[in-house]
């Protein structure tokens, strides 16, 4: 059973162009939500982060939105660049973190010149 | 400043024999996670630390994973007796505290068990 959900695989989007990365949950007990990037032979990068009180952070090119409604997030990249092609995961945590967090598959980000 | 390592980058071992990776934290964290990343999935959670202490050992997938950690800083994850699959890459993350959020990773151990 999967409790964070990435369902597109990958995503090719144009340089200059918004890529916007989507993410599914189930468990409503999960209160803050992370993005990480990862490059081939590398761990995740920390990317991002949302709390479950707020429905919007932004961070430079990076923006983060929350639907608790709807179980829903998304992370917006704008404007795309070439270097921002990798795997990106989203996670979930619940009690602080304290049980590690739950990841999606992951989406193949591919940013075309 | 130095990120958390992992030691051996790589690992190829027979089935049946024992294996044990290696991580050190971030200077400081007292949180430490271990995680798995097998082909074409999502990072699986096996263990969590907060400083030498486990509560809770339950997402370890058999007997056959232990885990340690030691003066708060290095800890160790053991396999016995490999399976074929076991075969997969992980990945140890360290955070600030308990309550830390943002958990920073590893490059992680490459296992391959033939």
């Known amino acids: 059973d999967q409790q964070v959900k990435q369902n597109s695989p990958s995503l090719s989007v144009q340089e200059g162009r918004i890529s916007i990365l989507n993410c599914d949950y189930t468990?409503?007990?999960?209160?803050?939500f992370l993005w990480y990037k990862k490059y081939p032979a590398e761990g995740p990068t920390f990317l991002i982060s949302?709390?479950?009180?707020?429905d919007k952070n932004e961070d430079g090119r990076f923006t983060v939105f929350l639907n608790k409604s709807a179980k829903h997030l998304s992370l917006h990249i704008v404007p795309s660049q070439p270097g921002d092609s990798a795997v990106y995961f989203c996670?979930?945590?619940?009690?602080?973190?304290?049980?590690?967090?739950?990841f999606g598959k992951g989406t193949h980000l591919i940013i075309q010149p | 400043g130095a990120g958390v390592s992992q030691s051996p980058s790589n690992k190829v071992t027979e089935k049946g024999k024992d294996v044990e990776l290696r991580c050190d934290p971030i200077s400081g964290h007292t949180a430490l996670y271990w995680y798995r990343q097998s082909l074409g999935q999502g990072l699986e959670f096996l263990i969590y630390?907060?400083?030498?202490?486990?509560?809770?050992k339950s997402g370890l997938p058999s007997d056959r994973f232990s885990a340690e950690r030691t003066g708060g800083s290095v800890s160790t994850l053991t396999i016995q007796r490999t399976q074929q699959e076991d075969s997969a890459v992980y990945l140890c993350a360290s955070s600030a505290d308990r309550g830390g959020y943002e958990q920073y990773f590893g490059p992680g151990t490459r296992l391959t068990v033939t």
């Open positions: 468990n409503s007990m999960f209160d803050y």
């Open positions: 949302i709390s479950s009180i707020k």
């Open positions: 996670a979930a945590s619940a009690r602080g973190g304290a049980d590690g967090l739950t």
């Open positions: 630390f907060q400083g030498n202490s486990a509560p809770d």
